[in-house]
């Protein structure tokens, strides 16, 4: 039986029917049509699924939507303010942290969150940020060096 769920995403207020059982991911995939947050293992363990709640990394893939009603969702599309892409987005972009695509949604976002709380992590603390997000193309050094260059200090 399907239910209303009221999202608060990017900034928009959402109110959409859902059976309860649906995930965040499916939700912004497919009700929402907000296709940067990526699927990749369903799992919770590859990261590609990462959006903010409420300021904190959270795995889509794992997460109810009914879960988060009420709580301010951030995707990578949401990052993007006036078609200007957000400092981490650019930086990724600058550095060449971007290789086939399908993690950076879930890396910038992790990366964005750790900025938050840590404006100058050193680098171990940018490596433990990325832990979450499993990447096998650019072997993470370029996506260090992106976070580096965004370190205050």
């Known amino acids: ?33 907000l296709n940067g947050t990526k ?3 369903g799992l919770g363990t590859c990261g590609a699924c990462t959006v903010l709640v409420d300021g904190r990394p959270t795995l889509s893939c794992l997460t109810l939507a009914v879960e988060v009603q009420n709580k301010k969702i951030i995707t990578i599309e949401g990052l993007a303010k006036d078609r200007e892409l957000h400092p981490v987005q650019l930086a990724f972009v600058n550095h060449g942290a971007i290789q086939c695509g399908f993690c950076t949604p879930g890396a910038i976002i992790s990366a964005k969150a750790l900025l938050d709380r840590n404006p100058k992590p050193t ?3 940018i490596k433990e940020g990325l832990s979450g997000n499993l990447c096998r193309c650019t072997g993470y050094i370029k996506m260090i060096q992106a976070i580096e260059s965004l370190s205050k200090g």
């Open 39 to 41: 699927e990749g293992c």
């Open 1 to 33: 039986m399907k239910r209303k769920i009221a999202l608060r995403v990017n900034d928009e207020f959402w109110e959409i029917e859902a059976k309860p059982h649906r995930t965040l991911l499916e939700v912004l995939r497919e009700n929402l049509g």
């Open 123 to 125: 680098r171990e603390e």
